[in-house]
């Protein structure tokens, strides 16, 4: 019996993904748990495996196609069933995906080979399919409220998604002597997002077409000539200087859209309340040097963030209040410290989970935060680096921000906000002295966490880092 592959849910704010690249193709054989797409979620492009073994009979959405969560992407023949005849059924609709995908499958329309044809040539300029179907995605699960440093979904519990707005197509000729670019649907979109002319790139696809790794990799977009109209700007272009008496227009992007969503939803649902705490982080900067001078022959250096994040885990440990997630109605306390780390990427914030923190050294912490890190920055996350976080940090102090308040990432009770370690004047034995002192900022969920509960938190966070041998106790 045929065996139907479905867009599987990658992220808890997932409801639809892209197809950036198939591993096989029809015809090709897979087995079990083998690498047959690769896909690009809300937060990252990561690798998705066929549960079964079989024959790949059809793939039925295009590379840079979309597909609602659930929605079939392909079909395997597993058992003694010819792979064409398989094929054959799913083209002619005998067998449709229970939801539609989003943008049109070339080669799941049942039609003449002329009209298949058609459907691919419509495909491939970016134009909507004459047989598109237009119907979008319906969410059938309610995504968790997302922070700042969270992408969330953009459709409501219930609602239809709209269907995305089709990316322009590159003409044959601009006018400019500039000739056709041949591109995937998901770089001319990537392109169109980022202000990127595709006539600078050279592609490394087959037969020299630009793929999204093209796009990603360029390093700047040109600036913009003169003549250019400075009234709206490119979808998540970074805008220059605006010239005097001038304004400029920047649509939000997709990414944008959903934070400002997030923002909205944690910051209305949730009764935030703040403490702050003032931290003397002089010896453990001493310490740091220290470890760093023995650990220089071993390429290892210790950041001071390794350090706050060994104590958050440690206190949290101590106080699981803390260390908890809430679903509207039942309070989930964990004993394992899934440690959620803020980062910044052009269009926007992430957070990447670093599952186990609390199990984790010094060293380990540093390896493995670097390594979600530099995933996350580059959309390369794994699919367990986003998901099931149980608390978050965020950073601004390479800002040089002393002291700020980050919004509760849902279903987390409480997020970390570290500011800037920095010489500041203090009164130790009554004198004035100068020490490095660091400020932190603790948001937290009044529904679950009360304010002396969180105080609690907050010393033995600080005893941990004032004294960092108490960890070992």
């Not at 519990?157 to 601009?174: I, L, N, Y």
């Not at 921000?401 to 130790?428: C, D, H, M, T, Y």
Request: include cysteine; proline fraction near 7%; hydrophobic fraction near 40%.
């Amino acid at each position: 019996m045929p065996t139907e592959v479905t867009m599987p849910q990658m992220s808890d704010t997932m409801t639809e993904g892209t197809i950036v690249k198939w591993r096989k193709k029809e015809g090709d054989k897979v087995a079990a748990n083998e690498v047959l797409a690769e896909i690009e979620t809300d937060k990252a492009v990561m690798e998705t495996e066929s549960f079964d073994a079989g024959t790949v009979a059809a793939l039925l959405i295009p590379e840079g196609g979309k597909a609602p969560v659930g929605g079939v992407i392909a079909v395997l023949a597993t058992g003694k069933e010819n792979p064409a005849e398989v094929k054959k059924k799913y083209a002619g609709g005998a067998s449709a995906p229970s939801t539609a995908p989003t943008a049109a499958p070339a080669k799941a329309t049942s039609a003449s080979a002329a009209e298949t044809r058609k459907l691919s040539a419509s495909a491939s300029e970016g134009k909507p399919a004459a047989r598109e179907r237009n119907g979008g995605a319906v969410a059938t699960l309610e995504a968790a409220s997302r922070s700042e440093i969270h992408e969330p979904d953009s459709v409501g519990h219930g609602a239809t998604r709209t269907p995305p707005t089709a990316v322009p197509p590159v003409p044959h000729g601009d006018g400019n002597g500039h000739s056709r670019v041949f591109a995937t649907p998901l770089a001319r979109r990537i392109a169109a997002e980022k202000g990127i002319d595709l006539h600078q790139l050279k592609g490394s696809g087959p037969g020299g077409r630009i793929v999204q790794k093209d796009v990603i990799e360029l390093q700047a977009a040109p600036a913009p000539t003169a003549a250019a109209d400075r009234s709206s700007a490119p979808r998540g272009a970074t805008p220059g200087p605006i010239p005097a008496g001038e304004t400029q227009v920047m649509p939000m992007t997709k990414m944008r859209a959903a934070i400002a969503a997030a923002l909205q939803r944690s910051k209305q649902q949730i009764p935030h309340f703040y403490e702050t705490i003032d931290v003397d982080v002089e010896s453990i900067s001493a310490l740091r040097a220290r470890l760093n001078e023995q650990l220089k022959s071993q390429n290892v250096k210790l950041s001071l963030a390794d350090f706050i994040n060994k104590a958050i885990c440690a206190a949290l440990l101590r106080h699981p209040a803390l260390n908890s997630t809430f679903d509207g109605t039942n309070i989930t306390r964990h004993a394992d410290v899934h440690l959620g780390i803020a980062v910044a990427v052009p269009d926007g914030l992430i957070v990447p989970v670093l599952k186990h923190a609390d199990k984790l050294g010094l060293r380990d912490l540093r390896e493995r935060s670097a390594g979600v890190i530099d995933r996350a920055r580059a959309g390369k996350q794994k699919q367990d680096e986003v998901n099931g976080g149980t608390f978050t940090v965020s950073s601004l102090g390479t800002f040089g921000v002393r002291e700020f308040s980050a919004i509760i990432n849902p279903p987390q009770v409480a997020i970390l906000a570290v500011g800037a370690a920095e010489k500041r004047a203090v009164v130790r034995d009554d004198q004035i002295v100068a020490r490095t002192m660091m400020t932190v900022t603790l948001s937290a969920d009044h529904r679950i966490v009360d304010g002396a509960t969180a105080a609690d938190f907050l010393r033995t966070l600080k005893s941990f880092l004032e004294e960092p041998g108490m960890m070992l106790v």
